[in-house]
């Protein structure tokens, strides 16, 4: 990302300087744009055209939006103002869908999810059915023996 660092000052302050503060000001600016050349960030310098011979059209305070009814400020202020309360309202209504999305997924899981109770309550019943099933064939062998033994 780069940045534009624009140093503007009225000239007639600069005239009204004594020499040794102006040329102070000045020394402490070259250092300041050493410092900037020396880490690598400086990428061109100019100077400034004196603000007599600038084109710029000067409308600060002037009201020249919305019919002549509305500065610049006053302009920016609105749009600030919009775009907080539309920043608000996107953020209210993705709060509300998103209630409205983790709702509609606790009634699917309801409907169609399973209990773990129930399964691991499912899961005892068929493990006691098996154990009475082996004790039960366990006897059955057993009486089997029994008789064959006998028979011989």
Do not use: C
């Amino acid at each position: 990302m780069q940045y534009l660092l624009l140093i503007y000052s009225d000239e007639k302050q600069w005239e009204a300087l004594p020499k040794t503060e102006w040329q102070a000001v000045l020394e402490e600016y070259r250092k300041f744009t050493e410092s900037v050349k020396a880490s690598g960030h400086y990428r061109a310098g100019e100077a400034l055209q004196p603000t007599s011979t600038a084109t710029t059209v000067r409308v600060r305070d002037a009201r020249v939006l919305s019919g002549g009814t509305a500065t610049l400020s006053d302009a920016w202020g609105s749009l600030i103002y919009r775009v907080g309360a539309d920043t608000k309202t996107a953020s209210d209504e993705q709060s509300s869908r998103a209630e409205i999305v983790q709702q509609v997924e606790l009634l699917r899981e309801q409907v169609s999810g399973v209990s773990l109770d129930e399964e691991a309550m499912m899961m005892m019943k068929f493990q006691r059915a098996y154990e009475a099933n082996a004790r039960f064939f366990q006897a059955i062998d057993s009486a089997l023996d029994t008789l064959l033994s006998l028979h011989k």
